[in-house]
């Protein structure tokens, strides 16, 4: 009889009532379980495999590569970290997705934005959630493809869909007029209804070296501004901590 019931939630996808039905049925007999507890039992085994087989998915899908997490972060390296420290980790509480706030982290190489954008995109993906960790010329580049082969509206609902989008390292290239339009209308289709963390190594004021024009470049910042939080971290480059020369 077992057997057949096995059979029957494997029909069903029932992964985890599956693989531990044997031994849940002998357990309940040992603890006199009812049959509502012992069933109750085996709904939460699948459901925490569920679970836990969708934080895997979310994680891969991120394109992170490592997970990173707030308690390797420095923060007695340099002031300006020590100053945003309860900002910084309440980052990590993720209540800014759903107020759709938006999340920009400004400041030199090596300061420490891209591993905190990371940090919360990891954190993220441990809550379900979908993100995706880009740089900025990999989604330009991505995008001019994806209009290129006539495929422009399906790559942008990618970008759009994400409950959280990175955008990494924005001001090391000029993104040209393509590439600007193109970003303009990646946060346009985000603005206020999903969060995006943006890194970058300029401040606003010098946002027109890399769009297109000025005016593209100041609609790019009113809309990442308004409901968003900015972080200014300051210092050397933590890389280069060790170095004596």
């Known amino acids: 009889m077992i057997a057949e019931v096995i059979e029957k939630c494997r029909q069903l996808r029932l992964k985890a009532c599956c693989e531990h039905?044997?031994?849940?049925?002998?357990?309940?007999a040992q603890k006199n379980w009812a049959p509502l507890q012992t069933i109750a039992h085996l709904f939460d085994l699948e459901i925490e495999?569920?679970?836990?087989?969708?934080?895997?998915?979310?994680?891969k899908k991120s394109k992170l590569t490592e997970k990173p997490t707030i308690d390797q972060f420095d923060f007695k390296y340099h002031p300006s970290r020590k100053k945003q420290k309860n900002k910084i980790v309440?980052?990590?509480?993720?209540?800014f997705l759903h107020d759709h706030q938006d999340i920009i982290l400004i400041g030199n190489p090596g300061v420490g934005k891209t591993?905190?954008?990371?940090?919360?995109?990891?954190?993220?993906?441990q809550a379900g959630k979908k993100?995706?960790?880009?740089?900025?010329m990999d989604m330009i580049n991505q995008l001019?493809?994806?209009d290129a082969d006539h495929s422009l509206l399906k790559k942008l609902h990618y970008y759009q869909s994400q409950d959280l989008l990175?955008?990494?390292?924005?001001?090391?290239l000029p993104l040209g007029q393509q590439g600007s339009n193109l970003f303009?209308?990646?946060?346009?289709?985000?603005?206020?209804?999903?969060?995006?963390?943006?890194?970058?190594n300029l401040p606003f004021a010098n946002w027109g070296k890399i769009f297109d024009s000025t005016s593209v470049a100041t609609a790019i910042a009113d809309r990442l501004v308004y409901n968003s939080q900015v972080l200014i971290l300051e210092g050397s480059s933590y890389r280069k901590r060790n170095n004596t020369g």
């Open 21 to 28: 039905l044997p031994q849940i049925i002998e357990m309940a």
């Open 49 to 59: 495999l569920r679970w836990q087989n969708k934080i895997a998915a979310c994680y």
């Open 90 to 95: 309440d980052l990590t509480t993720l209540q």
């Open 115 to 125: 591993f905190l954008a990371k940090c919360i995109a990891y954190a993220a993906t």
């Open 131 to 136: 993100v995706l960790f880009t740089t900025a």
């Open 144 to 146: 001019i493809a994806a």
């Open 166 to 172: 990175v955008i990494d390292e924005i001001g090391y």
């Open 184 to 200: 303009f209308q990646v946060i346009s289709q985000r603005h206020e209804k999903r969060s995006s963390i943006i890194t970058t």
